[in-house]
């Protein structure tokens, strides 16, 4: 891919996220936590972005066509990834790895986010709302 692939239509492209792009944050958080576990380099954001776009895998504000395996899939070389959704956490898996998925009545809007970090500053979402479900996410080594 060349510079100007990489960067042509990208502002418009960030300005299109929305607030859909705080779930395809966390599955790139959870793709770059297993890649540093195994050694491998972090991800490239920008390709990541472009990549799953190509693939018709999220649209254009970010909003994940899938149950996000095949994110997870693309992210980690093609390592099998399967999701379970939750109420309550069971006990963790070394090969878990955990999303909570907020919903604000306010606002009507739900926010992702991983258990100890939050891609959002101040979210507003997670002040006003409440915890809905958790996503279990497990690769298969």
């Not at 960067?7 to 890649?35: K, N, P």
Request: aromatic content about 12%; hydrophobic content about 35%; overall charge neutral.
């Amino acid at each position: 891919m060349t510079v100007k692939e990489r960067y042509e239509g990208l502002q418009t492209f960030f300005l299109t996220m929305h607030h859909e792009a705080c779930h395809f944050l966390v599955l790139c958080s959870i793709a770059d936590e297993y890649r540093h576990d195994h050694g491998l380099p972090y991800i490239d954001l920008i390709e990541a972005l472009r990549v799953c776009q190509s693939k018709s895998l999220m649209n254009n504000e970010c909003f994940i066509k899938d149950d996000g395996c095949k994110v997870l899939s693309l992210l980690t070389n093609g390592k099998k990834w399967t999701r379970r959704d939750v109420e309550v956490l069971p006990p963790i898996r070394d090969n878990d790895y955990t999303e909570a998925v907020y919903f604000n009545p306010r606002t009507q809007f739900k926010h992702f986010r991983r258990r100890y970090f939050d891609t959002l500053r101040d979210s507003v979402t997670v002040k006003e709302g409440s915890i809905i479900q958790y996503r279990i996410y497990t690769v298969q080594d």
